[in-house]
C-alpha cells in the first residue's frame, strides 16, 4: 500500500489552513440558519391561512432558494473539481423540467388526441 508523505506545515501555512476553515464553517453556519428561517417562514405562510394564490409562489421561490443554498454550501458545488457533478445535476434540472412542462401542457392546455 502507498504510503502518505506528509510534510510538516508551516506556522503561516497553518494559519492560513486555520482561517480558511473558520470561514468555511461560519458560510455554513449562516446558510443552514437562513434555511431553517425559510422553512418556519414557508409553514408560518402555509398557517396563517393567506389566499393560495399569493402564498404558492413564494413558497416555491424560497424552496428554491433553498436547493440553491444546499447545491452550493452543503454539496460543495462552489468548490473546483465538480465540474462532472455539476453537467449530471444540470442534465437532470433540464429533463425534469422538460417532463413537467410536457404534461403540464398534455394534461391541463392541450386538447387530448
Known amino acids: 500500500m502507498a504510503e502518505i508523505?506528509?510534510?510538516?506545515?508551516?506556522?503561516k501555512k497553518l494559519d492560513?489552513?486555520?482561517?480558511e476553515r473558520t470561514?468555511?464553517?461560519?458560510?455554513?453556519?449562516?446558510?443552514?440558519?437562513l434555511m431553517i428561517f425559510l422553512t418556519f417562514t414557508a409553514?408560518?405562510?402555509?398557517?396563517?391561512?393567506?389566499?393560495s394564490q399569493f402564498v404558492i409562489p413564494i413558497v416555491i421561490g424560497m424552496a428554491f432558494i433553498q436547493v440553491i443554498l444546499q447545491f452550493?454550501?452543503?454539496m460543495h458545488?462552489?468548490?473546483?473539481?465538480?465540474e462532472f457533478a455539476?453537467?449530471?445535476?444540470?442534465?437532470?434540472i433540464f429533463l425534469a423540467l422538460s417532463f413537467v412542462?410536457?404534461?403540464?401542457?398534455?394534461?391541463?392546455?392541450g386538447k387530448p388526441i
Open 5 to 11: 508523505k506528509q510534510e510538516p506545515m508551516t506556522k
Open 101 to 109: 412542462v410536457t404534461f403540464i401542457y398534455i394534461v391541463w392546455i
Open 72 to 74: 452550493f454550501y452543503f
Open 77 to 82: 458545488m462552489k468548490d473546483k473539481g465538480h
Open 86 to 92: 455539476k453537467l449530471f445535476m444540470l442534465t437532470g
Open 23 to 33: 470561514r468555511e464553517m461560519r458560510q455554513q453556519v449562516i446558510s443552514f440558519s
Open 16 to 19: 492560513y489552513v486555520r482561517r
Open 43 to 51: 409553514f408560518g405562510l402555509v398557517a396563517m391561512d393567506i389566499d
